[in-house]
T-cell receptor
Framework: GESVGLHLPTLSVQEGDNSIINCAYS??????FIWYKQESGKGPQFIID?????DKRQGQRVTVLLNKTVKHLSLQIAATQPGDSAVYFC????????????FGSGTRLLVRP | DAMVIQNPRYQVTQFGKPVTLSCSQT?????MYWYQQKSSQAPKLLFH???????NEADTPDNFQSRRPNTSFCFLDIRSPGLGDAAMYLC???????????FGPGTRLTVL
């Protein structure tokens, strides 16, 4: 069978509250960052991206903040809904290949009704 | 709708019995990727194709092979599956100029 995986950090929020998911990235040379959402049994789905020449980018109900000084990325979800329950991965472009992504370890978001 | 399709969605194989997973895309993207994802872990890149150029990750076991007969299709062959190969296998694509990767729904592989 499948190996036992690592225990994912979990964020539990009340429906309607705002969620903040954090990510520390590894390479100061990375210049492109993506947040993916992965629902159970599905492939990762693009949410929002940001380039290193920006420190904030907003989408529909989501905002990504980039702090290059401390190599930190965050995803803010406004008015969290039950459909937001999923695992969220940050990813950065690999410095040795523009076609490769390096994924963070993921955070599970649970939305309480 | 343009998309990445993986077949089958669920695959059961026996220990040591070769298995092939398939991926097709209607996005006409140059780059195709295969990832392995185990429970509660991030996707792990196995290899990728830039057009017909094959790029293997250094830590991808020889047990895993890939074929890309044309732009639209890419196959993952596992020559002798072990219990540790049970996982979700994700196919993704990206364009020549883009970094964003578009993922298929994955194939869940069970090894008995």
């Amino acid at each position: 069978g499948e190996s036992v995986g690592l225990h994912l950090p979990t964020l539990s929020v009340q429906e309607g509250d705002n969620s903040i998911i954090n990510c520390a990235y590894s390479n100061s040379a990375s210049d492109y960052f993506i947040w993916y959402k992965q629902e159970s049994g599905k492939g990762p789905q693009f949410i929002i991206d940001i380039r290193s020449n920006m420190d904030k980018r907003q989408g529909q109900r989501v905002t990504v903040l980039l702090n290059k000084t401390v190599k930190h990325l965050s995803l803010q979800i406004a008015a969290t809904q039950p459909g937001d329950s999923a695992v969220y991965f940050c990813a950065e472009n690999s410095p040795d290949s523009s076609y490769k992504l390096i994924f963070g370890s993921g955070t599970r978001l649970l939305v309480r009704p | 709708d343009a998309m990445v399709i993986q077949n089958p969605r669920y695959q059961v194989t026996q220990f040591g019995k070769p298995v092939t997973l398939s991926c097709s895309q209607t996005l006409n993207h140059n780059v195709m990727y295969w990832y392995q994802q185990k429970s509660s872990q991030a996707p792990k890149l196995l290899f990728h194709y830039y057009d017909k150029d094959f790029n293997n990750e250094a830590d991808t076991p020889d047990n895993f092979q890939s074929r890309r007969p044309n732009t639209s299709f890419c196959f993952l062959d596992i020559r002798s599956p072990g219990l540790g190969d049970a996982a979700m296998y994700l196919c993704a694509t990206s364009s020549r100029t883009g970094i964003e990767q578009f993922f298929g729904p994955g194939t869940r592989l069970t090894v008995l």
